[in-house]
Structures are given as C-alpha cells and as structure tokens.
C-alpha cells in the first residue's frame, strides 16, 4: 500500500499493476530480453515511486523509470524512502554476508544506499540484514540483524541500538511517526523514542507476531492497532487488537 486508496500489486512475480480506489492499470516495466522474467524484489514509497528487481537488473522510477545497478545476487531486498533513497541489501549464495551487487564501481558492500541523485554510500554493518525499514522523514532506517535491532540515521551516518534481544528473521516492526519505532520483543509491544533514544513497553501481546511491519496507528485517536499469527505457539489462533494511547 502507498496510501490508503492505492497500491502496488505485483501478480505471480511477473507484472505490476497499479490499484487507485476501485481502477486498476498495468504499469510499464523495463526488463532485458531473454532473461529470468521475476522480480527478486518490489518495494514502493509513499510518492507512488517505486524499484525492483528483473533479470539482473535493479530498476527505479522516480517520475520515469531508469536502471541503476546490476545483480547477481541469489537474495536481493530493496527498501525505497521517500525521498526517493533505495536501501539494497543482497546475499551471495556461497558467502550470505558478501554482497554481489555493483553499480558501477569495483568495491563490493554486504548493503548500502542509493540516493536520488544515484550516489552510492556505503551501510557500515557487516551482519545478516534480515529486514529493514525507512523512517516517514527518509532519515532513519530500523534493520535487523543477527545483532539486534538498530536505528541508523542515513544523513549523519551515526547508528542507535535498540535491543540486543529478541529479535529474529520474523521480528515485527515498523515506524509509527518519525520518532517513534514500535517492535516485538518476547510477548510485548515495545516503543523505542528516537529522541530520548530508549524503549518502554507499552503492552503485552495476547498471542505471537510473527510477521513484518504490524503495526499501524490512527493519527486522530493515537490508537495503535496490530494483529497476531494464526499458528502462533500461544495457541490464542489469529486476533485483531487495539492499543489506546
């Protein structure tokens, strides 16, 4: 979803389409020909930009639709900010913290950026990214690793641990405001303050979240909604909650 009106849908990992209230239309994609015709990934922002993905090479539309890298990486996974900044994170099969991707210049990073203006900086980490995910302000960026959870600002280069624990290839989490990081940790919700740069626990869950990006808050009421897993291990089976503020 860009909005709550539209959305990208990326049907059988071959075309995509675009959803604007009850219209749907199929959007121009670039891809070499003779090539593995499925996308490693698709990742939109809240401008209706969007990147992927296709047959060796990684695309992005930013009012009109350019090639900005190859890859041959086995696992690719792209995170576009608002601004129009991608966060590429790619694996090779025979070293998973290696990345294969190139843009351009001999050297090699397990991640790293591309901004608007396609100026590559490199991300400083060096573990296994298992998910990743802009801040609305295009600053920050929450990714967590084999390490933990972390907040890293993008302008300043300067990096802020969230928690050591608890966190695994499923963790759920996302941003609910540009200060404001929420994130599972055991059986509780727990809200981690850019600014003061700690975390309080503001609930525990009634069952397991085991997908990414749970949650979403209402901007009029400060509720703050988030679902659990059907097949958690609670045995509690698949709900729908609401946190008040």
């Known amino acids: 979803w860009v909005n709550h009106q539209v959305a990208y849908l990326v049907v059988n990992y071959t075309s995509i389409y675009l959803l604007n ?18 996308f490693a990934d698709f990742t939109a922002n809240s401008a209706q930009n969007f990147a992927y993905a296709l047959g060796g090479t990684v695309y ?42 190139d843009v ?8 790293y950026f591309i901004s608007a203006s396609d100026q590559r900086i490199s991300y400083p980490g060096s573990q296994t990214i298992y998910d990743a995910e802009w801040s609305p302000d295009s600053q920050n960026i929450a990714i967590s690793n084999s390490q933990g959870l972390s907040v890293f600002n993008y302008k300043t280069g300067k990096s802020q641990l969230v928690t050591l624990t608890g966190i695994g290839p499923q963790s759920g989490f996302n941003w609910i405001s540009t200060t404001d990081l929420l994130y599972v940790n055991g059986n ?16 525990n869950t009634p069952g397991a979240i085991n997908h990414l990006a749970p949650f979403a808050a209402d ?12 097949k958690d291990s609670l045995g509690t089976g698949a709900g729908i909650y609401r946190i008040n503020p």
């Open 60 to 101: 992005r539309s930013l009012g009109s639709l350019s090639s900005i890298g190859q890859d041959n990486s086995s696992e690719l996974q792209l995170r576009l900010a608002a601004d129009g900044t991608l966060f590429v994170n790619g694996t090779n099969p025979s070293n998973p913290n290696v990345s294969t991707i």
């Open 219 to 230: 901007a009029t009421t400060d509720a703050i909604y988030f679902s659990t897993d059907p």
């Open 104 to 111: 351009g210049t001999p050297t090699k990073s397990t991640s």
């Open 188 to 203: 509780a919700v727990w809200d981690f303050g850019l600014t003061q740069g700690t975390s309080h626990k503001i609930a």
């Open 21 to 38: 209230g009850q219209s749907l239309s199929p959007v121009s994609i670039d891809s070499a020909p003779n090539v593995n015709p499925f």
